[in-house]
């Protein structure tokens, strides 16, 4: 079973579009659990331009499903520049203080729209590892944002982590481009492959959609979940929330 877990950060993104608490992120959340979905995702930014801090403890004090915190553990905090919403506190402040199930490690930098690279351990697993090694003693499972590289996926192994999220956009921008992605879905099935072959479980996401999901669901091997956001939340405004959870379960290949 491949889990899906719903990324809420265009919810959130909605709401903050007013002074006002619709619609209501928890609220939505249980939307989401009671429709089907295995997991809830956020993606908190320093400049909480959508989720926010106080999200993040307003979903932990209520999901009975996965939670998965997604971020910059280098982002450290930042003051509000909006009457109302708290300070960010920092992201290993606030995975520390809240404990979810998942922390999904991610290299982005504050001028990004949204993530766009994974992580570059050659450089960078020095400073990785012991952040994993913390969360990994606070019982958060740790899962870090890679590009497709089999060198890269077998350094992830080296930090601890128990998981990688593979970095799913090449495959999404090459299915909507009509393109032939035998290649690079070969390109993920090979890395899933490493993956396993070091011991680390696979999640995977960024842009999939109910057009790229079912190939990529198919031929992955040992994928245990996909967070999806930005597609689910404009298909929902179609089809209604509920209609499509279950269309993203059904093309991960559940009935
Ligand atoms: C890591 C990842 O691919 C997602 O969390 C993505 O970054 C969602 O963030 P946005 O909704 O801001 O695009
Ligand atoms: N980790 C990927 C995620 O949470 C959602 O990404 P997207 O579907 O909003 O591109």
Do not use: W
Not at 8 to 24: V, W
Not at 132 to 138: K, R, T
């Amino acid at each position: 079973m491949i889990a899906l877990s719903v990324n809420l950060n265009k919810i959130a993104l909605i709401r903050n579009s007013r002074d006002t608490t619709n619609p209501d992120i928890p609220r939505h959340a249980q939307m989401c659990i009671d429709a089907g979905a295995h997991g809830i995702t956020v993606h908190p930014r320093p400049d909480q331009r959508h989720i926010r801090a106080s999200d993040c403890f307003d979903l932990a004090g209520m999901l009975s499903v996965e939670f998965n915190i997604e971020g910059n553990p280098m982002a450290g905090p930042r003051k509000s520049e909006r009457d109302g919403v708290g300070d960010y506190p920092g992201f290993m402040e606030l995975v520390r203080a809240i404990r979810p199930a998942q922390c999904t490690l991610v290299p982005d930098g504050d001028a990004q729209l949204t993530s766009d690279h994974g992580f570059d351990l050659k450089r960078d697993g020095d400073t990785v590892a012991p952040l994993v090694e913390e969360l990994n003693s606070l019982g958060i499972r740790t899962s870090l944002f890679m590009d497709p590289i089999p060198e890269q996926i077998r350094l992830a192994a080296q930090t601890g982590a128990d998981r990688i999220e593979l970095y799913t956009e090449s495959y999404a921008r090459a299915f909507a481009a009509g393109q032939d992605v035998d290649t690079i879905l070969g390109q993920f099935v090979r890395a899933a492959e490493v993956a396993a072959e070091e011991g680390l479980g696979v999640n995977a996401g960024h842009d999939l959609d109910l057009n790229n999901l079912p190939a990529f669901a198919a031929a992955v091997p040992n994928l245990l979940e996909v967070s999806i956001g930005h597609a689910l939340t404009v298909d929902a405004i179609r089809m209604g929330l509920a209609a499509t959870v279950a269309a993203y379960q059904r093309a991960l290949g559940k009935n």
